[in-house]
């Protein structure tokens, strides 16, 4: 049984969820968390996935650290940032965009199936570029390219990790969370198997690292292709919805534009390190940043899930607020102090010298309660529908964090980076946090909103 359909609310046919816990014997909620049952659900299944991707990634990391020279690590997580961004680029905002109207469409498979090709064909194309042009402007991406195989198996790590993100979104969006689980687990520990192996077989390369990466995504994209095929959840994919998901995009541009302000900076942060300090520094920033981006697995899936219940019922959405804006600040707050207590011991792990980073660490604990307020802020435009004017401000946001982030690396290394950008971030919530505020009642309001039937704030829809 799927643990995202226990839900609570009305789904797409107006029947509470409420009537489906009590109609199904053996999972029921306290009374108290069962207006939260869909936020909840599908916040744990988040949670686990990126908790096993996070953990695993850690571990995966720490095998690298073991069996690489700094100079491969720092190449292999620059390669791997270099994916990561990409592949959010690529995606073109089409899944978040999905998450928005898959509840509505009759044929939502044919839909989602059609957006994947899409991403998956943008995806190639951008990275063969990248690959081809990044080392002429920076040499110290030039192992990108050094042969052809290691350009094709980079491009197929691009392709693949879209794919798999969008795979992910078009799951959460359809209640198939143990779809989405079951992917991640098998990516986690798939890469982990095949590092030792890789390293054990073709010698000490970067390429070696992120090669065992790439091959991790796609056994786990096998793998659900073959359940869904199984489960004949692909039996009504043609004909492919080219026209429809074209009508689409202007919205999803909106989506990836406010998507990629949101995620850019964490993936451009180790390529600014690599190109303006150095791969070793970066090999113990990248480690830094790994473990500060394990305490915002809550925040991030709380947010995600804000808006795929906000979505369904808008009017719900600051009774939800309430729940994921505590959960997130807390966990926030407790993995700042952890990296601040027990950072030095974490990073010593992965060897002596990555202990140097432990005051870097320990910032960007610190950035992540920011960050949460911005996750939410960014909930609510996208269920409000006021996604464009997001796209502009977040735009603004990234911009003044990257220009910080690159001043304090000048000035000050590893610490003055992270100096920079948490300055920023506190900025950033200071002025967000009000319009949060104003949405955790029942008829609060932000700029611009509509009402629906019952008073409540409505979704104001701007492209």
């Known amino acids: 049984m799927d643990p995202g359909r226990r839900t609570t609310g009305t789904d797409a046919n107006g029947v509470s969820d409420r009537a489906e816990f009590k109609r199904r014997p053996g999972w ?23 908790v096993l991707n996070s953990g695993t990634g850690f571990v995966f990391w720490w095998i690298a650290a073991r069996q690489f020279p700094a100079a491969a690590v720092g190449l292999a997580g620059a390669a791997v940032s270099a994916m990561l961004l990409l592949s959010q680029i690529a995606m073109l905002g089409l899944g978040t965009q999905l998450v928005g109207v898959l509840h509505r469409e009759s044929r939502a498979t044919s839909l989602a199936i059609t ?34 195989l290691t350009l ?15 795979l992910d979104q078009v799951l959460v969006a359809l209640f198939r969370n143990v779809y989405q689980l079951l992917r991640n687990a098998v990516f986690s520990f798939g890469r982990l198997v095949l590092l030792v192996a890789a390293a054990a077989l073709f010698g000490s390369a970067g390429s070696v690292i992120f090669g065992a990466w790439v091959v991790g995504v796609l056994v786990s994209l096998i793998t659900i292709l073959v359940l869904a095929h199984a489960s004949r959840l692909t039996h009504d994919v043609r004909p492919l919805m080219f026209r429809p998901l074209a009508a689409m995009t202007r919205g999803a541009l909106s989506h990836h534009v406010l998507n990629l302000s949101r995620s850019s900076s964490v993936w ?13 520094q970066n090999a113990s920033f990248y480690v830094a940043l790994v473990l500060a981006n394990f305490v915002t697995i809550v925040s991030t899936s709380a947010t995600f899930t804000l808006y795929v219940v906000g979505a369904r019922a808008p009017h719900e959405l600051w009774r939800h607020l309430r729940l994921t804006l505590g959960i997130a600040a807390g966990v926030s707050m407790l993995g700042a102090l952890v990296l601040t207590v027990a950072g030095r011991q974490l990073l010593g792990a992965f060897g002596p010298s990555y202990a140097e980073a ?21 909930a609510i435009q996208r269920v409000r529908g006021a996604v464009t004017s997001a796209a ?17 690396a000048a000035n000050g290394g590893l610490i003055g980076l992270a100096a920079a950008r948490l300055t920023v971030l506190v900025a950033q919530a200071a002025v967000l946090a009000p319009i ?14 509509g009402a629906s039937a019952d008073g409540r704030p409505g979704p104001v829809v701007d492209g």
């Open 152 to 166: 094709a198996l980079f491009v197929a790590g691009v392709s693949l990790t879209t794919l798999g993100s969008m």
């Open 436 to 449: 949060v505020y104003r949405w955790l009642f029942p008829g609060g309001t932000g700029p611009a909103v």
């Open 115 to 148: 957006a994947l090709i899409a991403a998956g064909t943008a995806a190639s194309l951008l990275a063969l570029a990248f690959g081809l042009l990044a080392p002429a402007f920076f040499p110290e991406l030039a192992g990108l390219a050094d042969s052809p």
């Open 392 to 408: 502009v401000i977040g735009v603004g946001f990234l911009v003044l964090e990257l220009v910080a982030a690159g001043i304090g």
């Open 28 to 50: 029921t909620l306290p009374a108290p968390l069962a207006p939260y049952g869909r936020t909840l659900g599908t916040t744990a299944g988040l949670v686990a996935a990126t």
């Open 268 to 280: 451009l942060l180790p390529l600014i390190v690599t190109v303006m300090l150095s791969h070793a």
């Open 358 to 378: 432990y005051p870097t660490v320990a910032i960007l604990g610190i950035s992540c309660l920011p960050m949460a307020v911005k996750d939410h802020w960014i």
